[in-house]
């Protein structure tokens, strides 16, 4: 069973930039379809973005020309770069693999069936 770590939080300024790292034991991320998810206080997890074994990706159209998702499976980890940071990006962002064999939409909570501990990222204005 997979095991997943986040780092890269932080709290940043407006327009700033922060780089998530999801590190993965106890299974290769190379076998799974990975994902962004982040949640707000109030307000229920979504989906921002995620990728597929072979690359494929998709975002959330708030986050769409501002963060990137990339995989480095020699290092078994998981990146979302996240640039023009916005004060409506705060939130705790959420690592997931998508369990099954990982065709699953990017977009769907329920493919997903691990998950880390979570990661704060603040954005102040």
């Known amino acids: 069973q997979v095991q997943l770590v986040e780092s890269g939080g932080g709290l940043v300024q407006a327009g700033g930039s922060l780089r998530l790292s999801c590190a993965a034991s106890?299974?290769?991320?190379?076998?799974?379809?990975m994902g962004w998810f982040r949640q707000a206080p109030g307000k229920e997890r979504e989906f921002v973005s995620g990728i597929y074994r072979r690359g494929g990706t998709d975002y959330t159209d708030s986050v769409k020309g501002r963060f990137t998702i990339s995989r480095d499976n020699a290092k078994n980890t998981v990146y979302l770069q996240m640039n023009q940071l916005k004060p409506e990006d705060t939130a705790v962002y959420y690592c997931?693999?998508?369990?099954?064999?990982?065709?699953?939409?990017?977009?769907?909570?329920?493919?997903?069936?691990?998950w880390g501990q979570g990661t704060q990222v603040t954005v102040s204005s």
């Open positions: 997931a693999a998508q369990t099954g064999a990982g065709f699953g939409t990017l977009s769907s909570r329920s493919h997903y069936g691990y």
């Open positions: 106890g299974g290769t991320i190379s076998s799974y379809a």
